[in-house]
């Protein structure tokens, strides 16, 4: 397509406007922010920080397309680094579009928190009383998109599963004749396409002057966090309920060092397997800010053993990596229908055990809006001595199962 050029100007005010003849765009019409991080100056943002792990929060511009900033967080379960451009200059208006867009991804898409949009000026984003914003909470991986006044929120859950070390395009547009009857409304956007509109309007912020805000917290360890033990492993973690973890479906148990002096080291998981049975796992920990991810699947985790105390804090998670038993007897395995997510992965049909012989793998798409309806032909594949199923919880939003 050729560029269209306007040798005498282009204005956007109307006749009795003093900028009416000025040959640009009114720069005072529209209130706009872009960053694309070729450059950062720390002084201009308010930056909170918690760095009870080793290390330290840094924020440093990376190579990548479009220009990026890299967050890091020092290593401890909570820890975490947000950041608020300085001065509150966007102001929700009823009848005047809002728009917002960012990209982003974060290394761990499960055992992290993190927000991304405009809000007040506070020390606790995640817990902002005021804003429209993107935000996903520790131990999941399902994006929302919160519209909050004076600490009532207005809530579009699991618009998005994000996925490790994967980018994400954002955006929300307010248009103010974009609802019903011609009343406003919020559109939402991933990766360039709407996914949700909110109509309701009720706790929109239309009392405070709003800022660009985001950042990271680091997640908790689901099992046992951010702890020296003697011996025995404190279960405390945010699955944690009695003394003891007992997950929907199995899981690989993970150990995360923060110290330089831990490198093999073991602690024994104690637990029971994907059929009740109990079960022990020795995992030989690594150096610091390492994560050494098992090979059992465990139903419930009721204690950790360290042969030796270990130097600095570690905490003990569930990885991604998850197993569950279909049915336990002789059945056949007739289709499944799969709603993919932004990561692609293998489902993995097992007989027998969750460590049995392979019976059929299916792959998922990397797309959150394709989904996979596959029907097994005649009778089904036959599974002798049960059907189990080994998979990501990245890699799909909903599944069902069908076997007879």
């Known amino acids: 397509m050729p560029t269209t050029h306007f040798r005498n100007g282009v204005s956007n005010q109307v006749a009795g406007n003093p900028l009416y003849d000025f040959p640009y765009l009114d720069p005072f019409k529209y209130v706009t922010y872009a960053n694309d991080f070729f450059t950062y100056h720390a002084d201009e943002w308010t930056i909170t920080t918690t760095e009870a792990g080793t290390g330290s929060a840094t924020e440093a511009l990376t190579s990548g397309a479009g220009g990026l900033l890299l967050i890091t967080n020092a290593a401890g379960d909570n820890d975490l680094d947000f950041l608020q451009l300085k001065g509150e200059a966007f102001t929700f208006s009823a009848g005047k579009n809002m728009f917002f867009k960012a990209r982003l991804k974060v290394s761990d898409a499960t055992q992290s928190d993190f927000v991304m949009g405009l809000g007040i ?10 804003g429209f914003y993107f935000i996903k909470a520790d131990g999941g991986t399902g994006l929302d998109f919160n519209i909050e006044k004076n600490n009532a929120v207005t809530a579009n859950e699991d618009i998005h599963v994000m996925a490790n070390d994967t980018f994400v395009t954002i955006a929300f547009h307010y248009d103010p004749n974009g609802g019903q ?14 996914v949700a509109s909110q109509l309701t309007l009720t706790n929109v912020t239309d009392d405070e002057d709003l800022t660009v805000s985001f950042g990271v917290q680091n997640g908790v360890a689901s099992i046992g966090a951010n702890q020296r033990p003697n011996t025995a492993l404190t279960i405390n973690g945010t699955d944690a309920d009695g003394g003891a973890v007992s997950f929907t479906n199995a899981r690989l148990v993970t150990v995360t060092t923060t110290g330089t002096g831990d490198a093999g080291k073991t602690i024994l998981i104690t637990g029971t397997d994907i059929d009740g049975a109990a079960q022990t796992e020795s995992l ?5 800010a390492n994560t050494v991810t098992g090979t059992k699947y465990f139903k419930t985790v009721t204690a950790g053993a360290v042969n030796t105390q270990p130097a600095a804090n570690i905490s003990v998670g569930m990885a991604n990596n998850a197993a569950v038993a279909i049915y336990a007897g002789r059945a056949r395995l007739q289709g499944t229908y799969i709603v993919c997510s932004s990561a692609a992965g293998v489902l993995n049909f097992l007989t027998t055990s969750i460590t049995g012989d392979s019976q059929l793998k299916i792959g998922t798409v990397a797309s959150a809006t394709v989904s996979r309806d596959i029907t097994v032909p005649d009778e089904g594949i036959l599974f002798k001595d049960g059907i189990y199923l080994q998979y990501d919880v990245t890699t799909f939003s909903n599944m069902t199962i069908f076997h007879a």
């Open 121 to 130: 000026t506070d020390t606790t984003p995640l817990d902002t009383t005021d």
């Open 181 to 194: 009857d011609g009343a406003g409304a919020f559109k939402i956007f991933v990766d360039d396409a709407q």
């Open 284 to 288: 030989t920990m690594l150096g610091s």
